[in-house]
Structures are given as structure tokens and as C-alpha cells.
């Protein structure tokens, strides 16, 4: 009789673990976020980018990818940062992205591509990347110039204090290459 009653016990404990498993799993497949929130709640950041990792692989939309910036933002996390700006800025539907967004500005905000752009750039500097983040932010200005948003001004506003002498230098000696505009020009008034 006692072998019966621990033979059901153990059955009936498989059972549970193999419905709670297969309710996990399917949870995990059809509604990471989900998931993602609930290990979020109870703190478990590492746990809930994997679920917020797995909804962005599934759907490759966008807009799970600014859940992504957003939630390593909130968590301090520059690698994760670096790495989902970076796939943001490359995502096939950025700039589609980025029109939408700035069609619900003013014309003195600034845009999104450049916000975006910026914001990786001083990501980088932060990461220890300077070269990186100077080298991308001519990129971007010899294709669009040198305007009022581009990321050399938000390096220069957000991280020139972080930066050492001989990076100074070359952040100088880059804005020199450009045509002289008011931009430049007051870029340029924070090296004296």
C-alpha cells in the first residue's frame, strides 16, 4: 500500500512539473514579453532582457527594439546599450522609423536619426570607444553636414568633460575640417 500511495505521489508531481513546464514553454514561444515583465517585477534584469531579446528575434520590429534601449537605459547597462543602438541605427527600417517620429515635431526639436545617432556616439565614449564614436559621428556629418543636432555637437555637449586632453584634441581638430558655420563656430568656443 505504501509503495501504491509514493508510486501516485511521484506521478502526480511529474504531472505538475510536465504542465508547468510545457505552460513556461509555450508562455516563453507566444508571449515573452510576458515573461519578460513578470522577472522584471521580481528583479531579475539578465532574466527579463533574455525574454525581451527573444520577443525582438522573434519580430525584428523596431519598436521591440526601442523596448530594448529603453529597458537597458533604465538599468544602467552600456554594453547592452551599445549594442541595441547600434542594431537600431543599422535596422532596415530606421529611417522609415525615425520619419514617422519626427513628424510629430516642432520645427526646432531635434530630430530623431540625429538624437539616436548622438546618443550612440556618447554610448561609445562611455564604453571606453572614443575612436569608435568620432570615427561613426564624421561618418554621419560628411553625409548630412554639419548641423545644429549632428552627434560631434552632442559629444561635445554631453561628453567633453569625460574626455582626456589628446581626445579634446582630435574632437578639435575634427570640427576644423568642416566648413565654418554658427555651429562650428560655437563648437569650437569650448576648446578655448
Same mark, same amino acid.
Given at each position: 500500500?505504501?509503495?501504491?500511495?509514493?508510486?501516485?505521489?511521484?506521478?502526480?508531481?511529474?504531472?505538475?512539473?510536465?504542465?508547468?513546464?510545457?505552460?513556461?514553454?509555450?508562455?516563453?514561444?507566444?508571449?515573452?514579453?510576458?515573461?519578460?515583465?513578470?522577472?522584471?517585477?521580481? @528583479?531579475?534584469?539578465?532574466?527579463?532582457?533574455?525574454?525581451?531579446?527573444?520577443?525582438?528575434?522573434?519580430?525584428?520590429?523596431?519598436? *521591440?527594439?526601442?523596448?530594448?534601449? *529603453?529597458?537597458?537605459? @533604465?538599468?544602467?547597462?552600456? *554594453?547592452?546599450?551599445?549594442?541595441?543602438?547600434?542594431?537600431?541605427?543599422?535596422?532596415? !527600417?530606421?529611417?522609415?522609423?525615425?520619419?514617422?517620429?519626427?513628424?510629430?515635431?516642432?520645427?526646432?526639436?531635434?530630430?530623431?536619426?540625429?538624437?539616436?545617432?548622438?546618443?550612440?556616439?556618447?554610448?561609445?565614449?562611455?564604453?571606453?570607444?572614443?575612436? !569608435?564614436?568620432?570615427?561613426?559621428?564624421?561618418?554621419?556629418?560628411?553625409?548630412?553636414?554639419?548641423?545644429?543636432?549632428?552627434?560631434?555637437?552632442?559629444?561635445?555637449?554631453?561628453?567633453? !568633460?569625460?574626455?582626456?586632453?589628446?581626445?579634446?584634441?582630435?574632437?578639435?581638430?575634427?570640427?576644423?575640417?568642416?566648413?565654418?558655420?554658427?555651429?562650428?563656430?560655437?563648437?569650437?568656443?569650448?576648446?578655448?
Amino acid at each position: 500500500m505504501k509503495k501504491l500511495i509514493n508510486k501516485t505521489i511521484v506521478i502526480t508531481i511529474s504531472a505538475i512539473v510536465c504542465i508547468v513546464s510545457a505552460v513556461f514553454g509555450a508562455l516563453c514561444i507566444f508571449a515573452p514579453t510576458s515573461i519578460a515583465s513578470v522577472f522584471e517585477d521580481m @528583479g531579475c534584469y539578465k532574466q527579463s532582457m533574455f525574454f525581451y531579446e527573444m520577443k525582438y528575434e522573434q519580430s525584428n520590429d523596431i519598436d *521591440d527594439l526601442i523596448v530594448l534601449i *529603453d529597458k537597458a537605459y @533604465g538599468n544602467g547597462d552600456e *554594453d547592452g546599450l551599445e549594442e541595441y543602438l547600434s542594431s537600431l541605427i543599422w535596422h532596415k !527600417n530606421f529611417y522609415k522609423y525615425c520619419q514617422s517620429q519626427d513628424a510629430n515635431l516642432s520645427a526646432n526639436d531635434m530630430p530623431t536619426q540625429d538624437y539616436f545617432v548622438g546618443y550612440y556616439a556618447t554610448v561609445l565614449i562611455d564604453n571606453g570607444k572614443f575612436e !569608435n564614436a568620432l570615427n561613426m559621428s564624421k561618418s554621419y556629418v560628411n553625409k548630412f553636414t554639419y548641423t545644429e543636432f549632428n552627434p560631434i555637437r552632442t559629444i561635445v555637449k554631453e561628453s567633453f !568633460n569625460v574626455l582626456t586632453a589628446e581626445q579634446k584634441e582630435q574632437l578639435k581638430q575634427t570640427i576644423l575640417t568642416y566648413e565654418q558655420n554658427a555651429f562650428v563656430l560655437e563648437d569650437l568656443n569650448k576648446f578655448n
